[in-house]
């Protein structure tokens, strides 16, 4: 039985990682797909001194004794509006209407807002002072033009893409999606329409690890559920892996008769390089490789694939694209009940992560262990307990990976 860690290194070892296999897509098809390249400013942002407010551009010194009994007066001279520059100078006891996002002309040094400013006839009237800079976000203190903004092995979030538009960054080098295809086996197992008989239940690892794996950058192609058949199996593998870079299943490694996937692995030539973990739920995973093709043959219960998929396959598929952080995040807080541990393995128990009383918990779920799709449904982080623990009190604090 190997460690996780070790487990993990084999896999990770045997991963290829992202080399040629870059593609140019439009900014707006770059969400979650892995940049491959440096991200540098072409200019300042903000590219002038920016009005924070809609009210007067003034020079402090001319206001500096405003008050609401006695306010300073100045003359409009003009306006500055988002996407039109006022082209003037603003000199001694002069004020430009200025609109949020608009350039701060030359002369002024500050903003007051419009809520404490009266204009009649072309009088501005302050009932506030300023300070130097009042108002005004600096040209370039977000960034300056030639700063590296993003690295290559970055994952393109939202925001990130938000600062790819702010410099021009309309097409974007990133790593081609790794093809998986997903097999799920099993006998008992029927399409989602279908309505399951006595000892049958509905195929829905297909649906849970293809939106992992989707979520990890692989492109995804579903081949549907293998019956526990020596020669289907075996087909099926190869048929998968002739066109995929990753073959993932589910169930068919554990212990039993009709566990046919290691043997049919074996009988195709495939190099079984992780057999068996030590690790709770998730101990039968299995890892080979058949010619190029990565093949991660995942435990079936609908828990233990999931845990299963977090601890090695999400790393392995993120790895194939060059990303830069391989591992979820992990948070410390103190677990709200009693959980178990299951030495020697390493346990995860899935969890939520709440707040009670101002402080964070982990809350283990409720479970009847890890065939419960509906209790995981609820899980956003997983509690680790060592695989030298039998567990931990309730108000321990714990190590928690988050799933989201
Ligand atoms: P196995 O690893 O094949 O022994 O499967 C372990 C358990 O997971 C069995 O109870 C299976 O019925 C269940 N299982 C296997 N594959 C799936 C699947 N695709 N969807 C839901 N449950 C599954
Ligand atoms: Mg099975």
Known sequence: MLRIEDALDIILAHTPTATNNKEEVPLADALGRVLRQDIISDLDLPPFDRARMDGYAVRSVDVATARPDQPAQLKEIGEAVAGQAFSGFVGVGEAVRIMTGAPVPAGADSVQKIEVISVNNGVVE??????????????????????????????????AAAVLASFGYAMV???????????????????????????????????????????A?????????????????????????AIADVVMLSGGVSMGDYDLVKPALKELGAEILVEKVAMHPGKPTVFAKLGETLIFGLPGNPVSVAVSFHIFARPALLKMQG??????????AHTATAVKGAPPRRSHQPARLVIRNGRAEVEPLKW?????????????????????????????????????
């Open 323 to 332: 990303v830069t952080e391989l591992h979820l995040p992990r948070v410390f």
């Open 217 to 241: 950058g692989a492109e995804v192609l579903s081949a549907g559920v293998v019956r526990d058949d020596f020669n289907e199996t075996k087909l099926a593998i190869a048929e998968a892996a």
């Open 126 to 159: 302050l009932y506030e002072p300023t300070r130097p800079n009042q108002n005004i976000t600096p040209r370039g203190i977000e960034a300056k033009a030639g700063n590296l903004m993003l690295q290559a092995g970055a994952v393109i979030s939202p925001a």
């Open 368 to 404: 009847a262990g890890s065939s419960d799709v509906v209790a995981f449904m609820q899980a956003d982080t997983l509690i680790v307990v060592p695989e030298d623990r039998k567990g931990y009190e309730a108000g321990e604090l714990v190590e928690a990976v988050l799933l989201k």
């Open 173 to 215: 080098e990133v790593s081609v999606r790794p093809r998986l295809v997903l097999l799920s086996t099993g006998s008992e197992l029927v399409e989602v329409w279908e309505k399951p008989s006595a000892a049958q239940i509905r195929n829905s690892n297909t649906f849970s690890l293809a939106g992992y794996a989707q979520a």
